[in-house]
Each structure stands twice: as structure tokens, then as C-alpha cells.
């Protein structure tokens, strides 16, 4: 009889300050959740409540770390195939330490562990074109390596932050920049609406949206990101 083939298990995302793991079970996106973000996209940020979607697991990894399995070195995202528009999005990672269901917004942030960074890439022409036939967009945002991340930061540390700057850079040149605060929808709205949906567990991981300025990335690029007071990351796109 043939053996079963064995599934590395997915290695999770570094801890800040400590030699231990977060462990991934899923990863979530909030869509369009800064105003002008929104609007640059043809939204209404008024009237819009917050959707989401996901990435495959795999596809959130240490960026400091690569991914052996699949030849992506440290430091490095590998352009994507099928797509001549690959974007950059900056975002807040929220670590769920403690799971639930229909979870009020007052103790939300009791369900926090933790918060890093992520970039969100999307193969934009692939997106619009399934927003045009009425597709699922997965094959735009849950590609190999599309979701490069910093480690996780405890809340221990660092508290829940709400403010505070999150910015971009391609190759030097500032390319997004805002604030915590210009968030649509608060972390502790985002759990609950998000809880509304399917019972969040110990590992999901929230990414909470972008700011302005998204646009595309080309081979070569370098590409600088952080958020002030939790953590920066940096890769080359080959």
C-alpha cells in the first residue's frame, strides 16, 4: 500500500523576545478598513460594513524566516506567476489567544494575544478581473508567500495599541502612511463582527486593513514597512 504523504507542519510566526512560537490556525482580512483606502478603491466608507476574507496559512510567514519548503529565502518574496500587477498592503496583525463566538466589542480585546505586521499582497488584475465576472477572489489574495509577516509582539509588552503610525516604502520613497486611529472599524468592532460569523480559536490571526496608497511592485523593488511602538519588516522582491 502506498504510504501517505506527510504535511510539514506549518512552523506558526516567531515571538518577540522569546525562543517559543504563535501557531497559526487561520488567517482573516478585513477589507477596506481606512476611509481613504476605501474611497481610492470606489468605496463608501460611510455606509460600508466590514467584510472579510482569508489567506491559506501557509501563506503567512516570518519574513526574517522565508520558507525553506518552498525555496523563499529570508528577506525575499518571490513575484508571483499569472499576474502583471502585484500590490503591496500594509496592515495590523491581530493575534487571537483566546477564542469565541458572538463576542461582545467591550471584552474583545480580553481575546488578544498579541499584534504584528503584514503585507497583504494581492494580484490586483486578478482581483478586478473576478469583481468583473462576479468570482471569489482567492486566487488574488491566498497565492505561495502572500502574506509576509514581522513576529508576533505579546500584549504583555505592549498593550493594545489604537493609535499610531503604519507606513510603506518601495525602494526609498514613501508610498503609504496613517494612523491606527483612521481605522473604520476599531480591533475590538473587528472581533466582534468578525466573531459574528464563525467561532474564532486560539492561532487566527486578523488582518485589519490598509491605508492609502497601495500600488505595484515590480522585481528588484525593495520594500520597508512598519508600525510605530510594535514592529518593521523589509524584503526584496525577486
Known amino acids: ?14 515571538i518577540a523576545g522569546s525562543d517559543e512560537r504563535f501557531p497559526i490556525r487561520r488567517a482573516y482580512c478585513v477589507g477596506r478598513n481606512y476611509g481613504d483606502h476605501a474611497r481610492e478603491m470606489g468605496a463608501n466608507p460611510d455606509r460600508e460594513p466590514p467584510f472579510f476574507f482569508s489567506k491559506p496559512t501557509d501563506a503567512v510567514y516570518a519574513i526574517d524566516e522565508g520558507l525553506p519548503l518552498d525555496d523563499v529565502a529570508p528577506g525575499h518574496v518571490p513575484y ?22 458572538d463576542i461582545s466589542p467591550d471584552t474583545a480585546l480580553e481575546h488578544v494575544w498579541g499584534y504584528g505586521l503584514g503585507i497583504d499582497l494581492t494580484r490586483r488584475d486578478v482581483q478586478d478581473e473576478a469583481k468583473q465576472m462576479r468570482r ?5 489574495k491566498g497565492f505561495d508567500a502572500s502574506g509576509p509577516s514581522s513576529a508576533i ?13 503604519i507606513h510603506l516604502e518601495v525602494n526609498g520613497e514613501p508610498r503609504q502612511q496613517g494612523d491606527l486611529s483612521d481605522q473604520i472599524w476599531s480591533v475590538p468592532e473587528i472581533i466582534a ?6 467561532t474564532l480559536k486560539a492561532g487566527d490571526l486578523i488582518f485589519t ?30
Open 1 to 14: 500500500m502506498t504510504a501517505i504523504p506527510l504535511v510539514p507542519t506549518h512552523p506558526g510566526l516567531p
Open 80 to 101: 508571483p506567476p499569472l499576474t502583471s500587477d502585484l500590490h503591496y498592503e500594509v496592515e495590523l496583525v491581530v493575534a487571537v489567544g483566546v477564542g469565541g463566538k
Open 136 to 140: 471569489p477572489w482567492d486566487m488574488a
Open 153 to 165: 509582539v505579546p500584549v504583555a509588552q505592549i498593550g493594545h495599541p489604537d493609535a499610531g503610525r
Open 193 to 198: 463582527a468578525l466573531s459574528r460569523t464563525i
Open 209 to 238: 486593513g490598509t491605508p492609502a496608497g497601495v500600488g505595484a511592485l515590480a522585481h528588484g523593488d525593495v520594500v520597508t514597512a512598519g508600525i510605530d511602538g510594535i514592529s518593521t519588516l523589509s524584503f526584496v522582491v525577486d
